[in-house]
């Protein structure tokens, strides 16, 4: 069956980076984009970036722009996203999730369980 | 503040039919289609409804999508307790380059 799974999450101080993987199985993962969304602690969901399924085009929210760096190693199934210089503010779960319908899409399915992000001194 | 607003909180008894609202503009939901998400509290979103109206396998025939102009709402007929959760609807924005999702609406079964 489709099936995605993250890890790399934990805490981390301030200005720190991290590196979050999400490997995926059950599908040709070569074929679909990618994305990583986040949910901090008792708030709404918030889309963070997406890659195309061959890497060459990437997006990203306005609050992660220059700091985080989605990638993706189709011979390994994974996706990646680079954090760097991280903020208080970006303590979330990160799901990653399979893009449906192309890259410009809001077609997400499946999701990963998710992986928690904390960012704290 | 969400550019894909929903109410914060919806209500309804067993057996009765709820509607949830999502309302965007010209350059999301004007011109993309919308998906929706459930969540319940403390386990990952789930897909049900994507582009507008169409319910992936698995998907209760109580819940239907729809859309017009700039906006779009989700159905839930005959409400069950099991549908207490929150729900989210999601679209691509032209001018942001990015995915919008709504605010979240938290579906009480009183």
């Known amino acids: 069956q489709v099936q995605l799974v993250e890890s790399g999450g934990g805490v981390v101080q301030p200005g720190r980076s991290l590196r979050l993987s999400c490997a995926a199985s059950?599908?040709?993962?070569?074929?679909?984009?990618m994305a990583w969304v986040r949910q901090a602690p008792g708030k709404g969901l918030e889309w963070v970036a997406v890659?195309?399924?061959?890497?060459?085009?990437?997006y990203y929210a306005d609050s992660v722009k220059g700091r985080f760096t989605i990638s993706r190693d189709n011979s390994k199934n994974t996706v990646f996203l680079q954090m760097n210089t991280l903020r208080v503010e970006d303590t979330a779960v990160y799901y990653c999730?399979?893009?449906?319908?192309?890259?410009?899409?809001?077609?997400?399915?499946?999701w990963g369980q998710g992986t928690l992000v904390t960012v704290s001194s | 503040q969400s550019v894909l607003t929903q109410p914060p909180s919806a209500s309804g008894t067993p057996g009765q039919r709820v509607t949830i609202s999502c309302s965007g503009s010209?350059?999301?939901?004007?011109?993309?289609?919308v998906n929706w998400y459930q969540q319940v509290p403390g386990t990952a979103p789930k897909l049900l409804i994507y582009?507008?109206?169409q319910r992936p396998s698995g998907v209760p025939d109580r819940f239907s999508g729809s859309k017009s102009g700039t906006s779009a709402s989700l159905a839930i007929s005959g409400l069950q307790s099991e549908d207490e959760a929150d729900y989210y609807c999601?679209?691509?924005?032209?001018?942001?380059?990015?995915?919008?999702f709504g605010g979240g609406t938290k579906l009480t079964v009183l």
């Open positions: 999730a399979r893009v449906i319908g192309g890259t410009r899409s809001g077609w997400f399915d499946p």
């Open positions: 059950g599908f040709t993962f070569s074929t679909y984009a």
């Open positions: 890659i195309s399924y061959d890497g060459t085009n990437k």
């Open positions: 010209s350059s999301n939901i004007g011109s993309n289609t």
């Open positions: 582009s507008n109206d």
């Open positions: 999601a679209t691509w924005d032209d001018s942001l380059n990015g995915v919008l």
